[in-house]
């Protein structure tokens, strides 16, 4: 709402786009936090934006493209606007640096993923007309204390950082390069946001970070990450807990112990796999055989029968044989994922992996995605239609995609669709679940919570 014309003058708009993972999504959601600060508000147009800021990532092959064309893009917008600030973050801005500078003459401004904090600096000096670039690593516990809080995003379901960077050097993976190494914040910082969180309203929150089960393993005086999430699930006002990315060689008994003890962890998790051939599990460096990895599935359906699993698999990687792939589709059978993410492997510059001979064409690699995608597509219809009949109980979270619905998540994490009031937004109701779908379920409401 605007108060007056001198302030409808004054007011600046920021537009952000965001690549990537929810890491990024996280950050963004930091970022507009910041700059609110600054006197900038949320756009969701970018000929309205006074400032454009580019959230990066770059885990797989043509991304650097992608935002490259973005920034041709938008320097129309530049030239019909001389003060507009353009300015790229995230994953990209890490490994080009002040590169960025030199070939995007109109960019104004570049900051690293360790840098967020330094974003009002650098806006207000490229409202002077400064150019700058920072993407310098803090590997110390001063990155603990440089963590902008998130206001006003989502009301129901906020994600709260744990824990940042990764040590694990997966061989296909550029994360550790452009990340850092990983640090877990201290337990009391994020149980005071998880509480302040619920004092605003919030009812769920998702523990997130690149490897969020390794948490407090490399710091003396911290819990493990089973005893946060106890710690996490004694806040009043949060009524679910979910958490992501899961690594399975750090997958231990206790965190499995809490999906059968704590009532608050939602039956959901994301662990992922990556490939189903010993072989070629140890040339990524993953840790782990397939054995292990199906050990920790039984364990997690023994203690939450019914959990919902999700994973990433890579397709295509160096060496990977026919015999290595038919050993991801039978993991695929046996895990029978909720649902999967699958990648066509990518080389990444100064990863181990990038130094492996490729032996499959392109053609081939996608050949083996389609067989994949296919048979996952099974699997999760399966699973989805398992619900009919079923009670599920199921967090509004807003308006459905069709007129007279709303819509929320049930605990695997699956979007329920079904008629129904915008005034039950923010409460749990039951709801049986009548149709499925590929991608969501849909349900008629039973009853309110
Ligand atoms: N830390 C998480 C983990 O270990 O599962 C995920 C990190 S990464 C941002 C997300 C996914 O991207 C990975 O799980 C992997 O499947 C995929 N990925 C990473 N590097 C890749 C590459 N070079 N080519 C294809 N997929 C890749
Ligand atoms: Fe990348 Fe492996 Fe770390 Fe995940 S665990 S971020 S895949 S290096």
Redesign the pocket.
């Known amino acids: 709402m605007r108060i007056n014309n001198d302030f409808a003058m004054n007011e600046k708009y920021l537009f952000i786009e965001t690549f990537g993972c929810q890491m990024n999504v996280n950050d963004s959601e930091r970022i507009v936090t910041m700059l609110a600060d600054s006197g900038y508000t949320q756009t969701a147009t970018a000929t309205d934006a006074d400032l454009i800021l580019l959230n990066t990532c770059t885990v797989r092959g043509g991304a650097e493209e992608k935002v490259y064309k973005r920034l041709s893009h938008f320097r129309s917008l530049k030239k019909a606007k001389n003060s507009l600030i353009l300015g790229v973050g995230g994953c990209v801005a890490q490994q080009e640096g002040d590169h960025l500078l030199l070939k995007f003459p109109w960019l104004d401004l570049v900051f690293g993923t360790h840098n967020l904090h330094l974003l009002p600096e650098l806006v207000q000096g490229a409202e002077k007309g400064e150019r700058r670039c920072e993407t310098a690593f803090i590997d110390n516990e001063e990155r603990l204390d440089l963590f902008p809080p998130v206001k006003g995003a989502s009301r129901l379901s906020r994600f709260v950082t744990v824990m940042q960077g ?1 040590d ?3 061989s296909y ?1 550029i ?2 390069y452009v990340r850092g190494r990983e640090i877990s914040r201290r337990s009391e910082d994020i149980l005071d946001e998880v509480r302040q969180l619920a004092g605003e309203g919030v009812k769920e929150v998702v523990l997130l970070g ?2 969020v089960n390794s948490y407090g393993l490399k710091t003396a005086d911290e819990p493990d990450f089973s005893r946060l999430i106890r710690s996490v699930g004694a806040v009043e006002g949060i009524s679910r807990i979910r958490f992501t ?1 899961s ?1 399975p060689k750090d997958m231990s008994d206790e965190l499995i112990a809490c999906f059968a003890d704590q009532p608050k962890l939602c039956g959901q998790i994301h662990l992922p796999a990556q490939a189903g051939s010993d072989a070629v599990l140890a040339r990524m460096n993953r840790g782990y055989s397939r054995a292990a990895y199906l050990d920790r599935i039984h364990a997690l359906n023994k203690a939450r029968p019914g959990i919902a699993i999700t994973g990433d698999m890579i397709v295509g990687f160096p060496g990977e044989s026919e015999e290595d792939f038919e050993q991801t589709l039978s993991l695929m059978e046996e895990v029978r994922y909720a649902d999967l993410f699958l990648f066509v492997y990518s080389p990444r510059p100064g990863t181990k992996a990038a130094e492996l001979p490729e032996e499959l064409s392109r053609e081939q690699k996608v050949e083996r995605l389609e067989r994949l995608l296919g048979l996952q597509r099974r699997i999760t219809m399966e699973i989805n239609k398992s619900y009919l009949g079923t009670l599920q109980p199921v967090l509004v979270e807003g308006e459905g995609k069709r007129p007279g619905q709303i819509s929320g998540r049930a605990d695997s994490g699956r979007i329920v669709n079904f008629p129904g009031d915008p005034a039950l937004i923010g409460s749990f109701v039951m709801v049986r679940i009548v149709a499925a779908y590929q991608n969501s379920l849909l349900g008629e409401l039973q009853q309110s919570m």
């Open positions: 990764c694990n050097f997966c993976c994360v550790p690149q490897n990315t690594h």
